[in-house]
């Protein structure tokens, strides 16, 4: 599935460089030497060229899981009838416990098999929100250690988790409209230490790939520009010491308007919307579920210019809702799709993409409604576009991070619509190979 619309090509031929590029993609004469679709690696020292006959195959690109959680892979469906909050909230949910009272070895063998799902579902990169400050994002580091899996780790700041160079810890009670701070400087719980919250906030944005806030009503507007301050200062020391071409500049993604009662609690606290608040304060790149937005939040999302990523089960099975998906399409949003907490989802875009556009046609009562690429380019372009990142898509100076499907399993062939096909069909099952920098990671049938 070529380019950025996905377009099916019959007959064609992918060249791969020796960095894990692709360096071209003739579509319109098939080599001699070969017939069929292939995968080429591009000449090698010795001026060699390796030629792999995918002949049975349909090439798409790797897929992205754009939001997930990892860590909790600890409690896969503990509280499994419990509404939100009691799941999954950072501050008192069966989740913040679970994950405090963890060995970190257990933590970290629980995270390293949930990657290799996703490796062995053709989840080539995953976004993690990764909790617990500095400290989190270490533990997420070593577990996926020599794993070919690409991440992205979207930290943030854990007052719950000690920083042993920071003279501040902070606490935020359930209804997050005010905070305490014990200071050992001042000695004054009412005064917060603001360079030390940027001291924190700091480190964490030099070790990974951005922020990735939980809840709004769960940070204080303080709290919100605060993060924004440290993202601003860190950009221009990027400029000042000209490292800006070396690292991408950080993302900052937040959950907003998931669930009825954030919505109604925002608007009772601060008179805004979840949505309302942030982007005036914290002002993210990318807004994660906005399952229940008002017609205003949608309209001041589309001004700003900003990307959503949905997380169709995780919905469903918090009953939080369905997404407004019409409604996003017809603003043009850039939309992303992520599998969520993995003790409330497993990692497995395929399942992901099949609810999506079966619940969806049900909401709409309309069998035409969600067209299956729209949905297939949500789990792998979109991604790439949404982390502007080379990835997700088959074309010139892309990373080649391909999956191998097999077009003639039983429950495919024969395939009439490809995109319907894999959209809705398609399993781990007749994922037969993954391909991450051109290297094949995974093979569970003889390609080469």
Known sequence: MFGKELQIVQNGSILINEHGMIEDVPLSKRSPEKRGNTITNSVNKDNKIDIIDAEGFILLPGLINSHVHIGDSIGKDISANSDLNQRIHPQYGIKKTILE??????????????????????????????????????????????????????????????????????????????????SKTLGNPNVIEENDIIHQGSKIIENCDGFGISGANENTNEMLRLYNKIITKYKQKQKQIELKSHKKDPVVAIHAAEAETAVMESTKNYKKTEIE??????????????????????????????????????????????????????????LGIGTDNVMLNSPDMFREMDFLIKSQRAVEKDASFLDAKKVLKMATVNGGK???????????????????????????????????????????RQLKAVMINGNFVLEKTAIR
Request: proline share 5%.
């Open 101 to 182: 009272r963890t060995p970190r070895s257990q933590l970290m063998q629980m995270i390293r098999n949930a990657a290799m799902s996703m490796l062995h579902k053709g989840i080539t990169t995953f976004v993690d929100f990764r909790e617990g400050g500095l400290e989190g994002i270490n533990l997420l580091q070593n577990a996926v250690e020599g794993l070919p899996i690409k991440k992205i780790i979207l930290g943030r700041i854990d007052f719950n988790v000690n920083d042993k160079d920071a003279k501040t810890t902070t606490r935020f009670p359930k209804n997050g409209k005010d905070f305490e701070s014990k």
């Open 277 to 334: 608040r942030t982007v005036n304060t914290l002002n993210p790149d990318i807004y994660i579920h906005v399952t229940n937005p008002s017609d205003s939040d949608l309209q001041l999302l589309h001004e700003k210019k900003k990307k959503i990523v949905i997380c169709p089960r995780a919905n469903g099975v918090l009953g939080t809702g369905f997404v407004p998906i019409r409604k996003l399409l017809e603003y043009n949003f850039e």
């Open 386 to 428: 949404i982390f502007n990142l080379n990835i997700g898509s088959i074309e010139k100076g892309y990373q080649a991070d391909l999956l191998f499907i097999d077009k003639y399993d039983l429950d495919l062939y024969p395939i009439h619509d490809p995109h319907m096909s894999i959209v809705h069909r398609c399993t781990e």
